[in-house]
């Protein structure tokens, strides 16, 4: 119902109440029918639910069923080493990366907890939550509006609004019927559930309550608005899916094959089948990708970004767009005069330190006061360019009203008196003594402040005698004093971290529910890219999502829009296959947060609905923050790929000795625990060393990833085939040449422990050589190192680990050949880099040519 297009009575007539409210009877009759002025709440998972999802990745149940059949067939101590494997890296996962779900009781916070309403003529103080449609309620300065109330009866009202509008200076409300179809920001005779009462008082009738407020419909917005699946954790679901096929495909074949060609028993099968699943199935890479993200989190922490959601940090650094709010995030939210055109200079501060409401005493700073934005910035420049000077008594005064749009003061000067006014331009200076061209001058001067988005004031003053009493009648032949441009302007910081995106190929845009020439100048200002085109929430409305879909790539600027434009805005944006950042302070920014790849909002001046649904928040509400933040985001993802390609060749090459053992039918020459030994301690010890490399110099000079781009690309499966096959063969052949089970097992578990380290420096840079001057800015690479250097020795010489483990000592002519084994490794994957390197380079040399 557009309540904001009806005459007062006609909805008194509708809802069936009257001026002086309805009887108890009927109040408690509709509290009965319609229920309580409250939202309804989303299904939430129960506890156990939220542990349980994080031990339904496909390789977690694999191995969790692998655990089973081992229990089954009575080998406990192995079932056991993989039920905890299992169990650890789901709880690390529960407690790591749990994000409660609060939005609906930070909605329920931006609520009153209790409201004046006239029961039969009588006020009466009420829980809000027993508001009814067609209750009257008496708003007061300080209020929190209960309920979405069209004002019936106003008194200088003013409402700060930015919670659903994105304004930051409070709207001017009346009475009067508006017929335009206007977004919630321009309806000025309504008041909404959550903002706040800045001055004035007002009557109103209780037109929605609950879930269809304009609250409430943003609250449903954000029920039903799923949140999105992080980059990250879709290329690893899909890395693991190749994994089980992989490993799914490898088993149905050698079951055939060894069953047919060598006849093996079941059991036997069925022992090799567990190996070769422990093997093959990197089981300590969630561990390390979790510590890799915890250090990413850490890292962002001191840098002011909390992060909520560990992948998260990784969807920063691979995010396209980034959609930013204006007020607050990108502008400071603090009105301030920006423009100055005088030829009274001395009187318009003056009139400025005078003509106002907040300022009572010298002593008082602006810094000090709260209230209306404008009169806070005109405080503010004069403390800042007359700090001297000194309040006049106020003998008496005409308040600011819309209807007339000015507000006047009068102080005693000296032996005579004097009368101060502000307001709008065209109403003084049609008071004022000018001539027909200066009034001209002075418009168009007012023209170019407005055009460059900036609300103008106007100053007059009139000397008079000590006797006149203060009217609308006396202000005129007015003196013109001059005019000031007021604006929220950009933060400096933000004009950089716009610049430091977009040079990282981010494309930043802004949506905003302020006005169209304010926002197109404040976009032109930060340096957005397509700012002559500014779409506002009418414009958007007329467009289907196709249309939409289209529009939104060649526009960097929206105004006026209201949640559900900011929602299909980035919905847009992902149609286009874009990863969207969205910033915001507001509850009108809730949704859009959650429906964004990455919702951003401030921490200061943030709401809480805001700050619950969104994945980052930054504790010192800079906009700059975030351009940190994504190159954060970019190094973690380089260390993440670095950390993948070090993990799976170890795991390809345990799982080619089992598949070689049955192949030609030998025993299995690693036993599980020994696999797991390799996979959970020696690789969890190494791997965690790589989320400390520091980003690389071109980190935030590329563009952002293809969105289709996997985490393994061609060059990283060859790479992982032939080092595994590096890996695995020297050190099998060089088993085989001493007689016994124990030692040959120990020769291969300590070969591949030691290509492993070797394998672990190569992998500091993927392409480049790995022995640079990073390397020696890596301690933790070192203390990894050294960690591993002692749990290998606990292995090879302490007699409890060698009978758990089942390994043996080894002499000091078999440790050199295993040296020289992980050596020859190293060296030919540096060569590979090399070669690798200077066909790359060819290769785009020759794609520069043929293009130009």
């Given amino acids: 119902m557009k309540w904001y297009q009806l005459a007062n009575t006609k909805i008194m007539e509708q809802l069936n109440t009257t001026k002086t409210g309805l009887t108890s009877e009927e109040r408690t009759h509709r509290l009965e029918t319609s229920g309580y002025n409250r939202m309804k709440e989303g299904k939430q998972l129960k506890g156990w639910q939220k542990v349980l999802k994080h031990f339904t990745d496909l390789l977690m149940v694999v191995l969790l069923a692998a655990a089973i059949l081992k229990f089954v067939t009575g080998e406990y101590v192995e079932g056991t080493i993989i039920f905890l494997v299992v169990i650890v890296n789901g709880f690390v996962g529960y407690w790591q990366e749990r994000k409660a779900e609060e939005s609906l009781n930070g909605l329920k916070q931006m609520m009153g907890q209790e409201a004046v309403i006239l029961i039969e003529g009588n006020r009466q103080t009420v829980s809000t939550e027993e508001l009814v449609q067609g209750d009257i309620v008496v708003l007061s300065a300080g209020d929190v509006v209960p309920a979405d109330i069209r004002l019936i009866e106003v008194h200088d009202l003013l409402i700060e609004e930015s919670i659903l509008t994105g304004e930051s200076e409070a709207a001017e409300k009346t009475v009067e019927c508006l017929l335009d179809e206007l977004p919630a920001g321009d309806q000025k005779n309504m008041a909404f559930s959550g903002t706040h009462v800045q001055a004035g008082t007002a009557i109103g009738i209780v037109v929605e309550v609950g879930d269809n407020t304009e609250i409430g419909k943003i609250n449903q917005a954000l029920q039903s608005v799923q949140s999105q699946t992080t980059p990250l954790v879709k290329k690893l679901q899909n890395l693991n899916q190749q994994i089980f096929r992989g490993i799914m495909g490898l088993i149905v074949f050698l079951v055939f094959f060894t069953t047919l ?3 093996m028993e079941w059991q036997l099968m069925f022992s090799a089948m567990i190996a070769l699943i422990v093997a093959m199935i990197p089981e300590g890479l ?10 990413g989190v850490k890292e962002m922490s001191e840098e002011n970004a909390i992060i909520k959601s560990m992948p998260s940090v990784e969807t920063l650094g691979s995010m396209t767009v980034i959609c930013s709010d204006k007020t607050g995030t990108l502008t400071k939210n603090e009105m301030t005069v920006v423009n100055v055109a005088t030829t009274q200079a001395e009187r318009l501060v003056e009139i400025m330190n005078n003509c106002q409401e907040l300022k009572q005493t010298d002593n008082q700073e602006a810094t000090m006061l709260t209230g209306n934005p404008t009169e806070l910035a005109l405080l503010h420049y004069v403390e800042e360019h007359a700090p001297m000077l000194r309040l006049k008594s106020v003998e008496s005064k005409i308040p600011f009203s819309s209807s007339y749009k000015y507000m006047a003061t009068l102080h005693l000067e000296d032996n005579q008196a004097v009368i101060f006014v502000k307001g709008a331009p065209e109403v003084l200076l049609a008071k004022s ?13 007012a023209t170019q402040f407005a055009q460059q988005g900036q609300r103008v004031l106007g100053f007059a003053f009139k000397e008079v ?9 006396a202000l005129t032949n007015l003196t013109f004093a001059g005019l000031t441009g007021i604006i929220d302007p950009p933060k400096e910081s933000a004009i950089q971290a716009v610049k430091e995106c977009q040079q990282a190929g981010i494309v930043v845009k802004m949506i905003t529910g302020d006005h169209k020439e304010t926002a197109k100048a404040i976009g032109k200002q930060i340096g957005l890219t397509n700012t002559e085109i500014v779409l506002e929430g009418r414009d958007i409305d007329q467009l289907s999502e196709e249309e939409l879909t289209s529009q939104v790539k060649q526009v960097d600027v929206f105004a006026r829009t209201t949640p559900e434009h900011k929602l299909r805005l980035v919905s847009a944006l992902q149609a286009n296959g874009e990863i969207v950042g969205m910033t915001g302070d507001g509850v009108n920014d809730a949704p859009a947060l959650k429906k964004a790849d990455i919702g951003i909002a401030m921490g200061i001046k943030g709401s809480e609905v805001s700050k619950q649904a969104a994945d980052m928040v930054l504790a010192d509400d800079n906009f700059h923050t975030i351009a940190k933040a994504v190159k954060e985001g970019r190094k973690i993802f380089d260390n993440l790929k670095k950390t993948i390609n070090f993990f799976l060749p170890t795991s390809l090459a345990q799982g080619l000795v089992v598949v070689f053992a049955l192949l030609m039918n030998r025993p299995l020459p690693l036993s599980p625990i020994q696999i797991l030994w390799v996979n959970m301690v ?4 190494l791997s965690y060393a790589l989320g400390f490399e520091k980003a690389g110099k071109d980190t935030m000079n590329r563009p952002p990833r293809a969105t289709n781009e996997g985490i393994l690309s061609k060059y990283s499966i060859f790479r992982i085939g032939y080092v595994s096959l590096l890996i695995i063969i020297p050190a099998y052949f060089l088993a085989i040449q001493f007689e016994g089970q ?3 097992q120990t020769i291969l578990l300590q070969n591949i422990v030691l290509a492993q380290g070797l394998y672990m420096i190569n992998c500091r840079e993927l392409t480049s050589p790995s022995i640079n001057k990073g390397l020696f800015e890596n301690r933790p690479l070192f203390f990894s190192l050294a960690v591993l250097a002692i749990l290998q020795f606990t292995v090879l010489f302490l007699p409890t680990m060698q009978q758990w483990i089942g390994t043996t000592s080894l002499t000091m002519t078999q440790q050199l050949l295993i040296f020289a084994n992980a050596a020859l490794l190293f060296a030919i994957v540096e060569i590979e880099k090399v070669v690798t390197t200077a066909i790359q380079r060819k290769r785009k040399r020759a794609v520069s040519i043929k293009a130009s």
């Fill in 286 to 295: 969630p561990a390390v990708l979790t510590m890799i993200l915890s250090i």
């Fill in 742 to 744: 124990a030692l040959q």
């Fill in 261 to 263: 060609h060598y006849g």
């Fill in 682 to 685: 020696t690789t969890i010890t």
């Fill in 433 to 445: 003594n000018l001539s027909q061209e200066e009034r001209g001058q002075w418009q168009k001067q």
């Fill in 465 to 473: 005698a000590t006797d006149l009493e203060l009217s609308h009648e």
